[in-house]
Nanobody, 125 residues
């Protein structure tokens, strides 16, 4: 059973930070690309950052470049998204996504095989 389980969301003030985690199980992480999408209320699901587990190449959307950092810990089968300098417009449900052996940009553009259940991030004072 392939599973992606997100954690780390919460309520944070503008300018604050969070670290989101995506724990993967049921498949060899080495052969996959893992990414993060977000969906604000009434909005479309947007790919914000993706990483190739094979070679570590990354992709970031323009809206988060410079504020978000994606990383992976192969030993823990976990992908992280460090989100800094949060803004109210970052408020969304953040989803983990995966696809086998695809460029990070391709995954972030929507070529997703597997989804997690999501974790809520709310940025508000």
């Amino acid at each position: 059973q392939l599973q992606l389980v997100e954690s780390g969301g919460g309520l944070v003030q503008p300018g604050g930070s969070l670290r989101l985690s995506c724990a993967v199980s049921g498949f060899r992480l080495d052969y996959y690309t893992i990414g993060w999408f977000r969906q604000a209320p009434g909005g479309e699901r947007e790919g914000v950052s993706c990483i190739s587990i094979t070679d570590g190449t990354t992709y970031y959307s323009d809206s988060v470049k410079g504020r978000y950092t994606i990383s992976r810990d192969n030993a823990k089968d976990t992908v992280y998204l460090q989100v800094n300098n949060l803004k109210p417009e970052d408020t969304a449900v953040y989803f983990c996504a995966a696809r086998g052996l695809t460029p990070p940009q391709s995954l972030c553009r929507g070529r997703v095989e597997y989804w997690g259940q999501g974790t809520q991030v709310t940025v508000s004072s």
